[in-house]
């Protein structure tokens, strides 16, 4: 399983890897299962022993430790764990996962429509260079965010602006109701953390400077980073001990899951992290070492699926802002910004101009192409082909459970939303009204896999049978991840395994799934394409799967301006799931299972609390850990 990810937290961003597994043997999972249950793995609340080192296994690095923070930074689920190291959050997740609970800020007020809210923030808090940490700070990090050229595709249609009240209160303006807006931005986001300015300036060649438990020592990208103690750090225990405990933090990048497994075993790590079914599946048979997952978490894990391209073109939020000028599309939004009216055929070139498909044969996108996932039977024949109950016991070897959509069974949020269940025959008679309506022969389409990973290569064989028994035809495009992943930004992919969507609350999604009237002037929240037929709807910048769909972005919209924990907003975000079912944007396979493991010795890994000290927050979360409270025994 690879275990890079871009979903909410990580095209900023926790929370899109590529979807896989390996096969593994039953009574490992049961073991796994039975282990999860328990608890109080991985928690001590015993008295800590105070100094010592904590060197830890993570799945990948940070491109460029220089520009490493919230606003600027690339995170994945290794990421996160570093960020932890670094800086603290303006707030952080209760245990329970339902509501935010106090750190670097002190409370969060909205006003009544949830569109403007007011911050506190904590006094007394330093940088780990002694400089103070403020209101400045704050809007100085939401800033460089806005201004980042990924980042701020994913923040900017939700913050519009972030000003100054006072020396410690900051106000946020959002562009929409928002009614659980701390968890989206402010706490369960990369966002959340904030660093030193200074680390803004295009020219910052220094160590990342954050207000958390440890510092920067060194940094080798893809080997080794380490961390001291943060001196200047503000945080004691409910015991009023100063926290973090340990003095030295050791990150060691291991790639390979099952040497990061060995690794463990051999004590040349005392942590790590794994978001591979095999190695999941193996620490139950390893000795010396606690470990856990986070299948009884109280979140919604990320989705293993297929990202589909449902309108068959590139990027079309792209296309309409300019950025395909140089391939001959010209943007309507430089004709919006100037006041002039956008001429029909510039309107037209954003919307069918970008029209195609990725030639079997020559694997780039070619717009002569017709594409055929645009046609929702396709994608419905698609999803009855593929036996996800095999795939789960055959790819994943039983870890993975089956999904039906972006919530596990005992979400909040989750109500069946009636996924097509397998149907091999009902599939093949879609395929064949498709060639018949087409007066098309075959049908068939382009998957892209990374290349080398055997993972990968298992499940296309998989799903590549499948779909071949039901008349379709698929063809693979192997690439390295960071490739696949530009492939799906730019929309020039029919579709690639993916993984997204994992979430405490689901409105870190919204992003994710957002679409606009383009119709309607920018003015009123369109995109101002008045020549194109009425109420056509386009994909956001960072809506991958280019679905336009006004009854999910109505649902969305209304959820979000519902009261927190309502039912009526569990209803609501129930419905985005639903109409997921019956658009087929992603062919959801099954839900990634994390695993952490510790040798032993070491205490309390699997406990945090908020900025008091003492109230438990969720940690492990997704992926990342929290370091302050960790202990090892002598």
Same mark, same amino acid.
């Not at 060194?218 to 926290?243: G, T």
């Given at each position: 399983m690879m275990a890079s990810a871009i979903d909410r937290r990580t095209f900023l961003t926790h929370?899109?890897?590529?979807?896989?597994?390996?096969?593994?043997?039953?009574?490992?999972?049961?073991?796994?299962?039975?282990?999860?249950?328990?608890?109080?793995?991985?928690?001590?609340?015993g008295k800590p022993r105070l100094g010592g080192s904590l060197r830890v296994g993570l799945i990948s690095d940070v491109p460029n430790y220089h520009i490493f923070n919230g606003a600027q930074g690339k995170m994945d689920s290794s990421g996160f764990c570093l960020a932890n190291a670094l800086y603290d959050a303006l707030?952080?997740?209760?245990?329970?996962?339902?509501?935010?609970?106090?750190?670097?800020?002190?409370?969060?007020?909205?006003?009544?429509?949830?569109?403007?809210?007011?911050?506190?923030?904590?006094?007394?808090?330093?940088?780990?260079?002694?400089?103070?940490?403020?209101?400045?700070?704050?809007?100085?990090?939401?800033?460089?965010?806005?201004?980042?050229?990924?980042?701020g595709l994913a923040v900017r249609p939700i913050i519009a602006a972030v000003t100054k009240v006072s020396e410690y209160v900051v106000k946020f303006q959002l562009v929409i109701s928002y009614s659980t807006f701390p968890y989206g931005a402010l706490c369960e986001d990369q966002t959340a953390y904030m660093a030193h300015p200074s680390s803004f300036s295009p020219s910052f060649t220094g160590n990342p400077i954050g207000t958390g438990p440890f510092a920067v020592k060194?940094?080798?990208?893809?080997?080794?980073?380490?961390?001291?103690?943060?001196?200047?750090?503000?945080?004691?225990? *409910?015991?009023?001990?100063?926290?973090?405990?340990?003095?030295?933090?050791?990150?060691?990048?291991?790639?390979?899951?099952?040497?990061?497994?060995? *690794?463990?075993?051999?004590?040349?790590?005392?942590?790590?992290?794994?978001?591979?079914?095999?190695s999941v599946a193996n620490l139950a048979t390893m000795k010396g070492i606690t470990y856990r997952t986070d299948v009884h978490d109280p979140t919604n894990p990320d989705s293993n699926c297929i990202i589909v391209n449902t309108t068959g073109t590139m990027n079309q939020y792209f296309a309409w802002a300019g950025e395909f000028a140089t391939a001959g599309v010209p943007g309507a939004l430089g004709y919006i910004e100037k006041g002039q009216a956008v001429?029909?055929?510039?309107?037209?070139?954003?919307?069918?101009?970008?029209?195609?498909?990725v030639d079997p044969t020559t694997l780039s996108w070619n717009t002569k192409l017709k594409p055929v996932l645009s046609d929702v039977s396709i994608r419905q024949a698609c999803a009855m082909a593929i036996n996800r109950e095999t795939y789960h016991r055959v790819v994943t070897g039983g870890v993975q459970p089956v999904s039906d959509g972006i919530y596990k069974p005992s979400s909040p949020y989750y109500r069946s939303p009636r996924y097509p269940s397998y149907n091999?025959?009902?599939?093949?008679?879609?395929?064949?009204?498709?060639?018949?309506?087409?007066?098309?022969?075959?049908?068939?389409?382009?998957?892209?896999?990374?290349?080398?990973?055997?993972?990968?290569?298992?499940?296309? *064989?998989?799903?590549?049978?499948?779909?071949?028994?039901?008349?379709?035809?698929?063809?693979?495009?192997p690439s390295t991840q960071s490739t696949l992943i530009q492939n799906v930004i730019l929309g020039q992919f029919d579709?690639?395994?993916?993984?997204?969507?994992?979430?405490?609350?689901?409105?870190?999604?919204?992003?994710?799934?957002?679409?606009?009237?383009?119709?309607?002037?920018?003015?009123r929240g369109?995109?101002?394409?008045?020549?194109?037929?009425?109420?056509?709807?386009?994909?956001?910048?960072?809506?991958?799967?280019?679905?336009?769909?006004?009854?999910?972005?109505?649902?969305?919209?209304?959820?979000?301006?519902?009261?927190?924990?309502?039912?009526?907003?569990?209803a609501l975000w129930a419905t985005v799931n639903s109409q997921f079912a019956k658009d087929i944007p992603y062919l959801f396979l099954t839900f990634v299972v994390t695993g952490w493991a510790a040798r032993t010795n070491v205490q309390n890994w699997a406990y945090a609390t908020a900025g008091d000290g003492r109230t438990r927050c969720l940690n492990p979360d997704l992926g990342s850990a929290r370091w302050d409270q960790i202990w090892v025994k002598s």
């Open positions: 929370s899109a890897a590529t979807v896989g597994g390996i096969a593994l043997m039953s009574t490992a999972v049961d073991a796994m299962t039975s282990a999860v249950a328990d608890a109080a793995v991985g928690v001590n609340l707030f952080v997740s209760a245990a329970d996962g339902k509501t935010w609970l106090p750190m670097l800020a002190l409370s969060a007020t909205p006003s009544n429509a949830y569109k403007t809210w007011t911050v506190v923030l904590r006094r007394g808090v330093t940088f780990s260079n002694g400089d103070p940490f403020n209101a400045d700070t704050v809007v100085a990090n939401f800033a460089a965010a806005a201004a980042d050229p990924t980042v060194s940094w080798q990208i893809n080997y080794e980073s380490n961390f001291v103690r943060n001196k200047h750090y503000w945080r004691k225990d *409910a015991d009023h001990r100063q926290l973090p405990y340990l003095d030295n933090l050791t990150f060691r990048t291991i790639p390979d899951d099952a040497t990061r497994n060995l *690794a463990l075993q051999a004590g040349q790590v005392d942590m790590i992290l794994t978001q591979d079914g095999a001429p029909k055929a510039v309107q037209f070139a954003d919307f069918e101009g970008t029209l195609g498909a091999p025959a009902k599939a093949k008679s879609l395929v064949d009204a498709y060639k018949k309506a087409n007066n098309v022969s075959t049908v068939g389409f382009v998957m892209d896999i990374v290349s080398g990973n055997a993972s990968d290569q298992k499940a296309y *064989a998989f799903l590549a049978q499948q779909l071949q028994a039901v008349g379709i035809t698929v063809t693979p495009r579709c690639s395994f993916w993984i997204q969507f994992g979430a405490v609350d689901p409105a870190e999604n919204y992003v994710w799934f957002v679409s606009q009237p383009a119709t309607t002037s920018p003015a369109g995109l101002g394409l008045n020549a194109l037929p009425s109420g056509t709807f386009i994909a956001g910048a960072v809506n991958f799967s280019h679905l336009g769909d006004p009854v999910v972005e109505g649902a969305m919209l209304n959820a979000l301006a519902s009261p927190a924990n309502s039912t009526q907003l569990r």
